[in-house]
């Protein structure tokens, strides 16, 4: 936070997450890394300074990348560097749709409906009624804009109304039995 980008990183291996601080330190958690994303390219392009911090999960590799290099064709015009500008537009577009996500969640009316919100985007993602989340409890509620309590105390409801199931941050989505009978008789030719 604070110092100019002049290169973009890849995370090789690990996992981190994007956040920022408010004015009263109140952390927010824009987004989860995982291998295989890119951080900071906006800025590296811009030569801009963060607002953000890049918070390693774990024990992270990291590549760092020139990226007016990398975007700006060679004069052999080889077709690995036409590969990588490619490849560096589809992660850029995914981030976009990410943070659209994102937003998604955040502006539910209420805590439900975040989660649910976010766990039915998860499963479908992954495509599983069965999935792992990036965070823990206190950075899935930062993810959310939620107090962790507040987070905790609506997965127990969720739980004991069997919407849902877990241990840490791996799901499970349910169907309540009325939910089964309808999806079967609606699948069912006429």
């Known amino acids: 936070m604070g110092e ?9 291996k ?22 295989g994303d890119i951080l900071g390219e906006t800025y590296a392009a811009t030569q801009g300074i963060p607002n953000f911090n890049i918070a390693a999960d774990e024990d992270s590799v ?6 007016s290099s990398l975007l700006h064709m060679c004069s ?15 992660v850029l577009a995914k981030r976009n749709i990410t943070l659209r996500e ?8 209420t805590l439900r409906d975040k989660i649910l919100t976010y766990l039915s985007s998860e499963s479908i993602r992954q495509p599983s009624a069965y ?13 959310l804009s939620s107090d962790r309590s507040a987070l905790s105390k609506e997965l127990s409801k969720l739980k ?21 009978v309808t999806l079967t ?5 006429s």
């Open 160 to 180: 004991k109304e069997g919407l849902i199931d877990f241990e840490k941050n791996h799901f499970h989505l349910l169907l309540k039995e009325e939910e089964k």
């Open 62 to 67: 990291l590549l760092f990348l020139d990226l």
């Open 185 to 189: 008789s609606e699948a069912k030719p």
């Open 4 to 12: 100019k980008i002049s290169r973009t990183a890849l995370l090789l």
């Open 102 to 109: 994102k937003l998604t969640y955040i502006t539910q009316p």
């Open 14 to 35: 690990g996992k981190a997450h994007v956040e920022w601080y408010d004015y009263w330190g109140k952390r927010h958690i824009v987004n989860a890394i995982l291998p």
């Open 76 to 90: 052999s015009a080889c077709p690995f560097h036409a590969r990588l500008i490619d490849n560096l537009f589809a």
């Open 131 to 143: 999935f792992d989340i990036p965070f823990d409890r206190q950075q899935l509620a930062d993810f």
